[in-house]
């Protein structure tokens, strides 16, 4: 990755939070909890993930920096839903977490400089992932869900009465 490249990305990275409450913004909350499918996860579900991942994305740059080659775990997201209880939770709360942990490390990655770019991780599922790899997961980790969001949306509005 380029450093313009990585600029961009960081930017995007940096906004993500004010993306998705501008995406959020255009699904009813009365629709929140609709579920597509039996796999499916409602917009609600979604949110609650987003913080979690960002908890996870949080510890995972942290130790690319701080600790270069050490471990980190995938997690299955399913589960973590069912098991967490997403429904239950806040999404508000969720949205909350999700802008201070990702205000914090866009802080943090602003000032790195371009040698600990190349710092990895080992992640238990896919191996060594370097920083600009995680960046390239995490900048984009927003953007996909709005569009699963959308896709949730669409759904609920085929089987709402006109």
Request: hydrophobic share 40%.
């Amino acid at each position: 990755m380029t450093p313009a490249e990585r600029n961009t990305r960081i930017a995007a990275y940096g906004a993500a939070h004010e993306t998705l409450v501008r995406a959020l913004a255009q699904f009813p909350r009365a629709m929140w909890q609709f579920r597509a499918g039996p796999d499916g996860w409602t917009i609600h579900e979604i949110v609650v993930h987003i913080a979690d991942s960002e908890a996870n994305s949080f510890i995972r740059c942290r130790r690319a920096i701080a600790e270069p080659g050490g471990g980190v775990y995938g997690y299955d997201e399913m589960r973590w839903a069912r098991e967490l209880g997403y429904h239950g939770q806040s999404a508000d709360d969720a949205l909350e977490l999700f802008k201070w942990l990702r205000l914090t490390t866009f802080k943090l990655i602003q000032t790195l400089h371009a040698e600990a770019w190349t710092r990895t991780f080992v992640h238990s599922d896919s191996g060594p992932v370097t920083l600009d790899g995680w960046l390239d997961t995490y900048e984009r980790h927003v953007r996909d869900h709005i569009e699963q969001m959308q896709g949730v949306y669409a759904a609920w509005l085929k089987q709402k009465p006109a």
